[in-house]
T-cell receptor, first 114, second 114 residues
Framework: DSGVTQTPKHLITATGQRVTLRCSPR?????VYWYQQSLDQGLQFLIH???????AKGNILERFSAQQFPDLHSELNLSSLELGDSALYFC?????????????FGSGTRLTVV | AQSVAQPEDQVNVAEGNPLTVKCTYS??????LFWYVQYPNRGLQFLLKYITGDNLVKGSYGFEAEFNKSQTSFHLKKPSALVSDSALYFC????????????FGKGTMLLVSP
């Protein structure tokens, strides 16, 4: 157990729907990062939050949004889902804003859009 | 922009033989470099990191990596492979100065045959 908790582990939903993925960072970590892993794109950075504030955006679609709450857990919202959104979504956390000493990853949420 | 190249999609090695998984990087200034491993249906697990100092870094499970600044490489090595080392390996980089998130390579599948 890495200490980073992601729920749910699996999610199957239909095209056009909206889902919310949840992440609880490791105790004491203020930074939360979201990554998307697909077979053709590899690991793509989506967004970074630090202590409740958005710090950086990567290849995140406009249909996707995220937030980090006062208790530091984070949610990734995916809407108007398309078949191509099927992927493994990872959350990672780090204690400092820069992640200079690496990230701790959760076990991921596997999203299947049918 | 920073980037990582893992030139081999797959590396095959026999158990007991040495293994090398290649990684080259591009970053402005000095790098922080990382190796992560992903087992099926699991999150990424930290193996080792180079921050500064000795170019040979030792990590978990008997793995080590050599930082070569002139060749901008950070190859992962192990003297004697185990079947249980079979997994997907990711190299990642970020620049030392300024703010940036970790950029990952596309991953290399390591298959160790008995």
């Amino acid at each position: 157990d890495s200490g980073v908790t992601q729920t749910p582990k699996h999610l199957i939903t239909a095209t056009g729907q909206r889902v919310t993925l949840r992440c609880s960072p490791r105790s004491g970590d203020l930074s939360v990062y979201w990554y998307q892993q697909s077979l053709d794109q590899g690991l793509q950075f989506l967004i970074h939050y630090y202590n409740g504030e958005e710090r950086a955006k990567g290849n995140i679609l406009e249909r996707f949004s995220a937030q980090q709450f006062p208790d530091l857990h984070s949610e990734l919202n995916l809407s108007s889902l398309e078949l191509g959104d099927s992927a493994l979504y990872f959350c990672a956390s780090s204690v400092v804003i820069t992640g200079a000493y690496g990230y701790t990853f959760g076990s991921g949420t596997r999203l299947t859009v049918v | 922009a920073q980037s990582v190249a893992q030139p081999e999609d797959q590396v095959n090695v026999a158990e007991g033989n040495p293994l090398t998984v290649k990684c080259t990087y591009s970053v402005s200034g000095n790098p922080y470099l990382f190796w992560y491993v992903q087992y099926p249906n699991r999150g990424l697990q930290f193996l080792l990191k180079y921050i500064t100092g000795d170019n040979l870094v030792k990590g978990s499970y008997g793995f080590e990596a050599e930082f070569n600044k002139s060749q901008t490489s950070f190859h992962l090595k192990k003297p004697s492979a185990l079947v249980s080392d079979s997994a997907l390996y990711f190299c990642a980089v970020r620049g030392v100065s300024g703010y940036s998130t970790l950029t990952f390579g596309k991953g290399t599948m390591l298959l160790v045959s008995p």
